[in-house]
């Protein structure tokens, strides 16, 4: 065979390199193919062989004849190939005949001197199986999590009878990159939601000329509510993320295993030292939250309600009780609890490679939001029944 | 037999849901020995040493160890060193603190002691002067070498090895293989290595099972040059003759 044709511009059937004839036979029909049939021809030989296709009846038999071909590369023999299995699944028979030994050589590797496989129709899933499948899915998800559950209680009591088996010496690492690391985009959001909201209720403040409650305004629902779930929402962004990426890669790259080899609990030596991480800075930004967010608000009451700074502040620790800030840090540990417990348990269940990844950092981030949110109505509700 | 036995799997069945990978299959690892699980893609070989270390529970069967217990993962001291096909170290480790990491955790030896039995681990390997250098910044083969050295660091009577050689050039190949034979004849490491690589197979090999998709079972067990040389079956003679399945001699 010679060098492979250029590919032509333009799509005159005359002037291409290939023909297609249609002849009856002997037993059937007979398609004589001639000339090139080239990859750079494909959409025309894809045209015609579909073409051709119309043109023979169920249980038709044909002869596909290669003996005019005088070059055939993959792309064109994979058409081909197609175009037989294509009659076979319509009941026809195609076999090629007369071709070269060059040219049957093509159709050796391409499978087209070999009877043809019946592929398996692809069976559209019902509803009811698909509501199946999901109805699996979402209680194998929970078996995983009450697996997770229990492994780490059962962790966590063998770290009470011998505090030295956990794995400290990752604790002050993830302190920083998840405490000390966050403090700055803490801050900006929790100034600005102060900030915000105390703009928004200044308009409605000044119509009854209670400037000053803003400074209630700002004072309880930063601290109890809105400075440790803005901050939990920001970790769980930056850290319950990074987390269930993280793990997830290690899962996928086997270096879990390798460490259950080694006699090293996952839960003990990659959860704990991330929990006790969070629980510990999660309080501490949760108090760096309160103060900024009420800065933000005695911003607002100096420069739009004209109130004076001293008279703000003593608005505020009149309004703030100390129950308020503690109810709030409470809730900040529960919150790092979810945060950093539904991330490891997320990256511990990556299945899969790059994409399980990230499926699993989606689903981590997701699922914390909606916890957190489900926490501080629970909270709040229960604050109201108790009293507090 | 003459040889103690390290390891029993007694018809062990592997797989999940409805997909049998293995069923029924037994056979025993002595001390001393090189075992090489062998077979052809997908039929199970990685699989079958997850069971034999413990990462995964038998849908039947058991793997029992020498002194009777049931192969299953706990948190403690590891009676075995792994390495697997990737090498699995840790991305956020030095080479020198992968190695160390099994050593700081399951003795109370000091830092330089420490310290010295990584230098020596890794010159066993060598990777001298590595100690530093991130799991990043290796080649593959350094990276499967760095993982026998972690493996080796508790002194394992037991190493299990997934492809060591697979994705390395011929030179890290037979390097690598001149290694595990000089850790077995020298230290009397018992060495299970799951592999294809007839090579290997045959200049390390000292036993072998090999594993079949189709049938689901053990096909052939014993020296792989006698079963090369003497096989009479079909499936066996293509793989150690390294030809297409129709082809059989």
Partial sequence: MSTPPAPLADQDPTSRPFRIEHQPAERGHRIVFSGRLSFAEAEPLWNELREALKRYKRRDRLDLDMGKVEWLDGGAMALLAHFRSELYRRGGRAEFVN?????????????????????????????????????????????????????????????????????????PYNCERTGADAVPIVLLINFLVGLVMAFQASVQLKRFGAQILVADLIGISVTRELGP???????????????????????????????????LGTTRYLVFPRLFALMIVMPLLSVFADVVGILGGLVVAVTALDLAPVAYWNEIHKAVKVWDVGSGLIKSVLFAIAIAGIACQQGLTTEGGAEGVGRRTTGAVVSTLFTLIMIDSLFTIFFRLVGK | MSQEVLIEAIDLTMGWGDNILQKDASFTIERGDIFIILGGSGCGKSTMMRYLVGLETPMAGRVLYADGSEARLGVGRPRFGVMFQSGALLGSMTVGENVALPLSSWTDLPPEAIDAIVEAKLGLVGLAGTESKLPSELSGGMKKRAAIA???ALEPELIFLDEPSAGLDPVSAAELDDLIIGLNDSLGLTVVMVTHDLDSIFKVGKTCIMLDKASRSIIARGDPRKLRDESKDPRVRTFFNRQPAEQAP
């Fill in chain 2, 150 to 152: 972690r493996a080796m």
């Fill in chain 1, 229 to 263: 779930l803005m901050t939990a929402i920001v970790v769980t962004g930056r850290s319950g993320a990074a987390f269930a990426a993280e793990l997830g890669s290690m899962k996928v790259n086997e270096e879990v295993d390798a460490l259950r080899t080694m006699g």
């Fill in chain 1, 99 to 171: 071709a070269s030994e060059s040219i049957q050589e093509v159709i050796k590797i391409y499978s087209g001197d070999q009877a043809v496989q019946r592929r398996k129709k692809r069976v559209a899933k019902s509803a009811v199986e698909q509501v199946g499948e999901a109805a699996y899915s979402l209680v194998t998800e929970v078996q995983l999590m009450l697996a997770f559950l229990g492994q780490t209680l059962v962790a966590l009591w063998a770290v009470v009878k011998d505090p030295k088996s956990a794995n400290w010496r990752e604790l």
